[in-house]
């Protein structure tokens, strides 16, 4: 089986970088490569989600330079790799806080999302200043929002199964992801999509993103058809549904 969405933490770019005694920075340029191999590989393999993360909203805390450069790199690709998306029937969204970013990258994102809202055949998500615990409580924000505009009064007691988190997640156009996938050797989710990955099956390796590809991503790819995805049921209820 193959997964219908993929999610990964692109980790290890400044390790990467020091083993070659090279800047951090050259090992986040390098992982853009990385980037485009991915992308590709999903296509060819009718992967119909991807979503990776880029910047944690953790990362602000890096040292000046550093969140610069990412930024930069950021409006980078969006400038030279929006028309290759369009071209390709990929639709491109970002997940995130965007308020922190500049104007201007603020404006390539909307300008790319709108650009290539039309497109099926691959929809490639930027997690960017995103943190699931960030999502979680827009999420609720939102939730809450509409229940106030629906005339509810909030000193109504609510149970948890009538807060209905789902609609309001990030990631609301998506199925939730069945592979996660981590490069860079950490076990750790690092607050990447806490709520949605609550099934999916967790793949860490070794290698450093800037040298994970398509080799590396089709070992990922039989380890997950290799897996019983049971979801609390047992095996044999499993089983039975499959045959
Ligand atoms: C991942 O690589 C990229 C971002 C978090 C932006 P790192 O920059 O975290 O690289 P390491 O983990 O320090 O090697
Ligand atoms: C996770 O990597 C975030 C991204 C890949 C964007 P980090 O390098 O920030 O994670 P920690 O700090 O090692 O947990
Ligand atoms: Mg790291």
Known sequence: MVPQHVAMIMDGNGRWAKKR????????????????????FCIARDIPYLTLFAFSTENWKRPVDEVNHLMGLFVSALEGEVSKLHKNGIRLRVIGDLQPFTPRLQALIASAEARTAGNDR??????????????????????????????????????????????????????????????????????????????????????????????????????????????GQTSQQVLSVAR
Not at 22 to 27: D, E, H, I, N, S
Not at 160 to 170: F, G
């Open 21 to 40: 005694y090279l800047p951090r920075v050259a090992g986040h340029a390098r992982g853009v490569k990385r980037v485009r191999d991915i992308v590709e």
């Open 122 to 231: 691959l929809t490639l998500t930027i997690a960017a200043n995103y943190g699931g615990q960030w999502d979680i409580q827009q999420a609720f924000g939102g939730w809450l929002k509409a229940r106030h505009a629906a005339g509810r009064s909030t000193a109504e007691p609510v149970s948890p199964k009538d807060i209905d988190l789902e609609p309001y997640l990030a990631m609301a156009y998506a199925p939730n992801p069945d592979l996660l996938i981590r490069t860079g050797g950490e076990q750790r989710t690092s607050n990447f999509l806490l709520w949605q990955s609550a099934y999916a099956e967790l793949y860490f390796t070794d290698t450093l993103w800037p040298a994970f590809d398509a080799a590396q991503m089709e070992q990922a790819l039989a380890w997950y058809a290799q897996r019983e995805r049971r979801f």
